[in-house]
């Protein structure tokens, strides 16, 4: 009991159930794209939604795939030429090929058969018994039993003894008659095809699609005289535009996605998707402006001169904004780049890396550069981080950017790398190889060599040199003037004899000195000295 009660609640579930699916598509018991069939299945559920076919068979007098071509002669009214000979006419289409319609011998004969209503002939399927040959036999139509002003359908020009006979032009009619002119009609059976509303082609197995959704297209070829419908196109509308779409398939499809087709009546592609750079139903807009790739997901870069990437690929027409590269544009520059498409490297920055759109050195210079980007050196005179050391007193102007050295030497009364120290005291000149005259405090301007006070007693001149000498006095200066006076008296009066003396020995073996004179040079730097004053006739009595 209870089984059996669940058993018949869960089929009614199922039958709901597949109600509503179908539903979806279109109601029970129809099919077609507008639903404009009705299932002729032996099983109603058999029915496929959008075909029609039927795997359970056909009912009634329903044939073919999906059951829309009806046999319209079976059981119907008939009537034929009767005498001697006849048989009845009913025989061609009671079903049973054994039994056969036969008109009056002898003569020629006629046979009819109405039907319930006008019908639109498909086919008609005539057999004539083995006996006879159905050669120059005649099928007309017409709307009245008169068999003068029923119109042609078809003259058989075979000589078998049975045909698949289509009119030469579909025609239209309640009746439907056989002709022989040679002699009686045999018909053994005789069945007329007509096809479902909406349906044509061999075994009525195709739908029409007219522009004109109200329209019977040809039952045979399946033109239609109002046009194609939407989205299809061909002699018989059946060919789906093929990447168009729209009537007469005059519409280009857009971007769908790997150049898919789109909707042939709609052109959306399918499941909305469209190429990469490309949106919309149909894909025939371009990305927003700003935007680019597949469903215009991505964002376009930092394209330079504010210009917009290109909706496909995202690329940028002019390249890429000061600070950016990239195909796209969406990299930074690295560290030691900058600029449009980071095309060109910092300058001297201090730890080498820059903005990324000015090139300005964040960080500083590296010593001895200056200028926003680094790339210009310290003014002349100046050196070091930021510029900010003053050169020394360098023979030349300008020293060693980075560590501040004189390359070109110092100038006259300086000495050390950077020329910063004054000739140690004592000294002056260049290279502070020269020694101050007898000034007084033994202290000589450096540069010149010029006494800064004044003279020792018993010298004169700027220099506070002898008339013949200009030794410097390393000793304290004593407080005795006389001893300083007697003391300098005999110097003179000394150095004015050497002098002469050396005069006129130098005079007398002037050739040999320059020689001599290199050799000693080589020798002792001492020796030089003395050597020098030699020649200029400066010699020092007390070296
Ligand atoms: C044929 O037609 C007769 C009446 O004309 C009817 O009684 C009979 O049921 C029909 N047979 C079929 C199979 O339709
Ligand atoms: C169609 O009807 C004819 C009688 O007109 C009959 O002989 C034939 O068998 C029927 N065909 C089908 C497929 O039912
Ligand atoms: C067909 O007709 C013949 C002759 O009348 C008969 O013997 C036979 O049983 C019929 N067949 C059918 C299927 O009715
Ligand atoms: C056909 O003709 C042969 C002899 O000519 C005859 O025996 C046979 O019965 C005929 N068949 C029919 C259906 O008339
Ligand atoms: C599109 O085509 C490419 C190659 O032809 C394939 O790799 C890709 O998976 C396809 N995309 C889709 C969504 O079918
Ligand atoms: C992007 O597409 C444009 C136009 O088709 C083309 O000119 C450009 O070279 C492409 N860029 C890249 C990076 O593929
Ligand atoms: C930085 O980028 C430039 C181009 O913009 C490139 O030539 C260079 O090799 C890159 N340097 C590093 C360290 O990646
Ligand atoms: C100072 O730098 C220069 C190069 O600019 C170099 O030739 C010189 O040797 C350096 N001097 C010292 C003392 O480091
Ligand atoms: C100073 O010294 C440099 C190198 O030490 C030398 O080239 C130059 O000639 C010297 N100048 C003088 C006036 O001695
Ligand atoms: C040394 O002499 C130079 C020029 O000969 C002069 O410019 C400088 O001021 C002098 N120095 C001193 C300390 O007098």
Redesign the pocket.
């Known amino acids: 009991m209870s089984v059996n009660i669940h058993r018949t609640l869960l089929c009614l579930f199922g039958v709901v159930m597949f109600s509503l699916i179908t539903e979806s598509a279109c109601p029970f018991g129809t099919f077609g794209t507008m639903c404009q069939f009705r299932c002729h299945c032996k099983e109603p559920l058999d029915c496929d939604k959008n075909t029609g076919n039927c795997e359970s068979g056909c009912t009634g007098q329903w044939s073919g795939r999906n059951c829309q071509q009806e046999n319209v002669s079976f059981n119907a009214s008939t009537s034929h030429k009767v005498g001697t000979g006849s048989t009845k006419s009913w025989y061609g289409v009671d079903g049973n090929i054994s039994t056969c319609a036969i008109t009056t011998a002898g003569v020629n004969g006629w046979w009819m058969v109405k039907f319930d209503k006008p019908h639109t002939i498909h086919t008609i399927y005539l057999n004539a018994g083995t006996n006879t040959s159905l050669f120059d036999w005649q099928i007309k139509v017409g709307d009245d039993g008169n068999l003068f002003t029923m119109v042609i359908c078809s003259e058989i020009e075979s000589h078998g003894s049975s045909a698949s006979v289509f009119c030469d032009r579909p025609q239209r009619g309640q009746y439907l008659s056989v002709l022989n002119r040679h002699g009686p009609v045999v018909i053994c059976d005789l069945s007329v095809y007509i096809c479902s509303k909406y349906s044509f082609g061999p075994g009525c197995e195709r739908q029409c699609s007219c522009k004109e959704p109200n329209e019977q297209c040809d039952i045979q070829t399946g033109a239609c005289s109002s046009g194609c419908q939407t989205g299809r196109q061909g002699v018989d509308c059946q060919i789906e535009c093929l990447g168009s779409y729209g009537p007469g398939c005059s519409y280009s499809c857009g971007h769908c996605l790997n150049g898919t087709s789109c909707d042939s009546m709609s052109g959306f592609c399918p499941m909305n998707k469209c190429d990469p750079g490309w949106e919309g139903r149909t894909c025939h807009r371009e990305c927003k402006v700003g935007f680019y790739g597949y469903k215009c997901y991505n964002r376009c870069g930092h394209c330079s001169d504010n210009l917009m990437c290109h909706h496909v690929n995202g690329s940028c027409p002019n390249g890429c904004q000061a600070g950016w590269?990239g195909k796209t544009c969406m990299e930074k520059?690295?560290t030691?780049?900058f600029g449009k498409d980071?095309?060109q490297p910092c300058g001297n920055c201090f730890d080498g890396s820059c903005d990324k759109e000015t090139g300005e050195c964040t960080s500083g210079c590296k010593p001895g550069l200056q200028g926003d980007r680094c790339d210009t050196e310290c003014s002349p005179g100046r050196w070091g981080l930021r510029c900010g050391e003053l050169c020394g007193h360098c023979r030349k102007k300008g020293c060693g950017l980075v560590n501040g050295s004189c390359n070109s030497g110092c100038a006259s009364g300086w000495t050390g790398v950077k020329c910063l120290e004054e000739c140690p005291r004592g000294l002056f000149g260049m290279n502070c190889t020269e020694m101050c005259g007898k000034c007084k405090g033994a202290v000589c301007n450096a540069t010149d060599g010029r006494c800064l006070h004044g003279c020792m007693d018993g010298f004169t001149g700027e220099n506070c040199t002898p008339l013949i000498s200009a030794a410097p006095v390393f000793e304290e200066e004593t407080t005795n003037t006389l001893q300083v006076f007697l003391g300098v008296s005999v110097t003179v009066v000394i150095s004015v004899m050497v002098c002469l003396i050396f005069c006129l020995v130098s005079n007398w073996r002037r050739e040999d000195i320059s020689k001599y004179d290199r050799q000693l040079v080589v020798d002792d730097k001492d020796i030089r000295l003395e050597e020098t004053r030699h020649l200029n006739c400066n010699g020092d009595l007390r070296s």
Do not use: A, Y
Request: hydrophobic share 15%.
């Open positions: 590269n520059c690295n030691t780049h980071c095309l």
